[in-house]
């Protein structure tokens, strides 16, 4: 063991987010991965016996032999990634966040008003929230979360419109890949030759038009004042593995055209502290000009998965502009996310050192 790497437990490990984050550590500069948990189903038996690995290869040799320990037990750890489901990580992850610092991929604390909810190349500074969440609830670590896998791709394509030109309208439609059902997910006679209108009976939709505004809004010593976008979401789970993809349009508030648009994300670059992060792409927005780009197969492990896809922006007869936006769900929208919120907090001081 390198003794100067942080010591991180990943919480719902045998689930698809939680071996994506497994993967994405292997090596990693900073962190180590000293604790597994699970369900009952599954603690007290060896990770690499139990789990049932749905990426390609085999779990890595440096967790395969650890013994997969309860989700309610806290652990002498600096870091608590989670891959909960929203019920557990609703009653778990304040238990570690008390102790330690919790970055969260579940939903239940995301639109909470002193959990951060952070992507690091659009609000970094929203990690000082962790300041007040400290006073206000007496802990010693920190929860922070990232937003829905969808969110991610279409938060970090809106944010340099929104700083230039302002928004007001965005509309927005989705074509999400089985994998961001977990596993097993959607049952195979539900999702071949055919897609689904719905995700999680109208709750995607909702996170979809919520979450942005938090993403996007103001912090101060007050608090998040939201984003005033109006926004409007559709979604469909389509027969992708791996990809979200969405579908947009919006309006500004002070006038865009696809000219302007270009030029905003050809001269936006994520802030410095970021840019320098272990896990963070050398470009985390990546604008296409072939008029059949970006697509899923093709274009969603750009930047190790880390990179959002931008391409056909064009201009739009109702609104200022279309586009469409690709970032892979389980790295980018998941793993990848939680794993870079992790490297901010450790940058920002706190947590790890
Ligand atoms: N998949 C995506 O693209 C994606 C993207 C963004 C966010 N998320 C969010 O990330 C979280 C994990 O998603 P997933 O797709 O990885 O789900 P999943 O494949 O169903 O895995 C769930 C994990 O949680 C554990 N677990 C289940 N019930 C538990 C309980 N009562 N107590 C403790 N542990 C429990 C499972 O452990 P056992 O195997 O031991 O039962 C498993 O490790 C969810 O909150 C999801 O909404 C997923």
Redesign the pocket.
């Known amino acids: 063991m390198n003794s100067k790497r942080i010591p991180v437990a990943i ?10 984050m497994i993967q994405l550590l292997e090596n990693h500069p900073w962190f180590e991965i000293t604790v597994l ?7 007290g038996r060896p990770y690499g016996e ?2 049932r690995w ?1 990426l390609d290869g085999a779990p890595p040799a440096s967790v395969a032999n650890l013994i ?1 320990q ?3 037990v806290v652990a002498e750890v600096a870091i608590a990634l ?8 609703k ?2 992850e304040p238990l570690w966040a008390a102790h330690t610092a919790v970055c ?5 604390y995301r639109m909470t008003s002193d959990v951060p909810l952070i992507i690091p190349e659009v609000n970094p500074e929203h990690v000082h929230m962790i300041d007040d969440q400290r006073k206000a609830r007496g802990w010693r670590g920190a929860l922070v979360t ?4 969808s969110v ?1 791709g279409i938060a970090m394509a809106l944010k340099p419109l929104y700083d230039a030109v302002g928004l007001d309208i965005v509309q927005i439609a989705t074509l999400q ?1 089985v ?7 959607v049952p195979s006679l539900d999702i071949i030759d055919n897609i689904v209108p719905n995700i999680a009976n109208g709750v995607e939709e909702e996170k979809i038009e919520a979450e942005p505004c938090k993403i996007l809004g103001r912090y101060d010593n007050a608090g998040i004042t939201m984003a005033q976008m109006r926004m409007s979401a559709q979604v469909t789970r389509v027969p992708v593995t ?1 990809g ?1 993809t969405a579908l947009i349009s919006l309006k500004s508030l002070r006038g865009l055209t696809v000219e302007n648009a270009n030029e905003i994300y050809s001269s936006w670059q994520a802030p410095q502290l970021v840019r320098d992060l272990p896990s963070s792409p050398a470009q985390p927005l990546i604008i296409h000009t072939h008029p059949e780009r970006p697509q899923p197969r093709r274009d969603r492990d750009l930047g190790n998965g880390m990179s959002v896809s931008i391409g056909r922006i064009r201009s739009c007869p109702v609104n200022d502009l279309r586009m469409v936006v690709l970032s892979h ?2 790295i980018r ?3 990848g ?1 939680a794993i870079l919120n992790a490297e901010l907090l450790v940058a920002a001081g706190y947590a790890g050192k």
């Open positions: 919480l719902g490990a045998t689930g698809a987010v939680g071996q994506r948990t699970g369900s009952d189903r599954t603690v139990l789990v749905v997969v309860p989700s309610d989670s891959a909960l489901p929203t019920d557990a990580a009653l778990y969260s991929n579940a939903s239940s990232n937003p829905n896998c991610i890949a994998s961001g059902a977990g596993y097993p997910g791996d979200h769900n389980t929208g998941a793993a996310g």
